[in-house]
């Protein structure tokens, strides 16, 4: 708990030992993640059964193929030594390989693909090779937070676009003004999306690349929900889209797709001079992910696929549990074919913070505000499926008991 701290206690605590930490600091929005985890730490205490459908972390573990190829790495005198900054090539190679087999796209997994430590990481880093201070970068809202967080971070700036219902929460690029695109330099998307659990199309990324080159901008994919699919959805890459790699990179992750979210291992794949620069920033922060965890990823991509069909049926009972128990108490909310998460409209007369801070006093049962994720998230809360389905039903039947 003492590390989860907001702006203004970091602000106490250091004017207390007179330290000064950098402005950039304060500069950072309060993260609602970390709030919200104090007051369900606090309920918990006294003794609240609380159920979490606000953590977009998987609940099941990977395939026991994946952890015995840990295990056995691990024992290994010679695994645990710095592993070098790029990533094993046989890990690079397994990851370009997946791309044309999943996607059709051909990369060089000797400069078109580069490990990371998460995909988080290489967010955050990729502000700070791309973003000098004042620099400005096109952000989706809502939106994971790291796409403003790594803005910030450097030093820079963000113009944030609307992701609308009426438009199946993808941007109406038109709308961006072309002073503000022709002066940014980053421009980020995210399909399958979280928050909103929508999906984009071939013809939307095509449209996409083709906003990227006409301002000059570096277009940033992130595409960890691609193998988190329902109802036979197949999400399409953005690097399918023709000459993608000129203005393009996609971030992907094996926390999502492999069950793998602790481990801290995924991806960036794209555009050859993009991925030098963050590797020039990651050479100078990190120094390479666990040999153990990137054999147990090269499993992970090269071992049979299909046990990935019973998890996305699991969490496609869980998504239908949560929808039909939304209905049945006349909250809308958006069916998604990829993503662990539901998107639902807050009943009117209350803000997000005010519901959820509502249900969770009340009934025990915790979902994310949509303000977390920026203005356009304010009517909006997100439910996830990373929570045992007996207890997304438990909490499902305390909401048809819950009075609002
Ligand atoms: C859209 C999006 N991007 C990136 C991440 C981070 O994933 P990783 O575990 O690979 O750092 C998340 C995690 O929730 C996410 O939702």
Redesign the pocket.
């Known amino acids: 708990m003492v590390y989860n701290l907001g702006a203004q206690q970091i602000e106490t605590i250091t004017k207390e030992y007179d330290m000064q930490p950098a402005k950039r600091l304060s500069n950072l929005p309060p993260y609602l993640f970390a709030q919200l985890g104090q007051r369900i730490a606090e309920l918990r205490k006294q003794g609240v059964d609380v159920i979490r459908l606000d953590i977009?972390s998987p609940d099941m573990p990977p395939d026991d193929e994946i952890i015995e190829s840990l295990a056995r790495s691990a024992r290994q005198s010679d695994r645990h030594g710095y592993a070098g900054y790029y990533g094993l090539p046989e890990l690079r190679r397994a990851i370009a390989d997946y791309y044309t087999r999943r996607f059709g796209v051909d990369l060089d997994s000797e400069g078109e693909v580069l490990p990371l430590i998460?995909?988080?990481?290489g967010?955050a880093n990729l502000s700070l090779a791309f973003l000098d201070p004042g620099d400005v970068a096109l952000v989706p809202d809502p939106a994971?937070p790291?796409y403003e967080l790594g803005a910030y971070l450097a030093g820079g700036t963000t113009h944030r676009f609307p992701l609308l219902a009426e438009r199946d929460f993808l941007p109406d690029l038109a709308a961006i003004p072309v002073e503000v695109a022709r002066q940014a330099k980053l421009f980020w998307l995210?399909y399958p999306n979280?928050p909103t659990g929508a999906v984009a199309s071939l013809e939307f990324f095509t449209e996409a690349v083709a906003f990227a080159r006409e301002h000059d901008l570096l277009l940033c994919h992130?595409a960890?929900?691609c193998e988190v699919t329902y109802e036979g959805y197949r999400p399409p890459s953005l690097l399918q889209v023709e000459g993608a790699k000129e203005v393009a990179i996609e971030?992907n992750?094996?926390?999502?797709t492999y069950n793998m979210?602790g481990w801290?291992i995924?991806m960036a794949v794209g555009n050859r001079a993009a991925l030098k620069a963050l590797g020039q920033v990651k050479t100078n922060v990190d120094s390479g992910i666990f040999t153990a965890i990137q054999e147990a990823a090269l499993v992970a991509l090269t071992s049979d696929q299909t046990w990935l069909e019973g998890r996305n049926a699991i969490y496609q009972e869980r998504r239908d549990i949560i929808l039909e128990g939304l209905a049945a108490v006349g909250i809308k909310a958006h069916k998604p074919l990829a993503t662990l998460y539901i998107w639902a409209e807050v009943p009117e007369g209350y803000s997000s913070a005010e519901f959820a801070d509502k249900l969770l006093t009340e009934k025990g049962v915790s979902l994310t505000p949509g303000s977390a994720y920026g203005e356009y998230g304010e009517r909006y809360l997100r439910a996830s499926v990373g929570m045992a389905t007996s207890r997304v039903r438990e909490a499902m039947d305390r909401l048809k008991e819950f009075k609002f």
Do not use: C
């Not at 998460?118 to 990481?121: A, H």
């Not at 992750?253 to 999502?256: A, E, G, L, M, V």
């Open positions: 977009g998460g995909s988080k990481e967010l994971y790291t995210n979280n992130d960890p929900y971030f992750s094996f926390s999502k979210a801290r995924g």
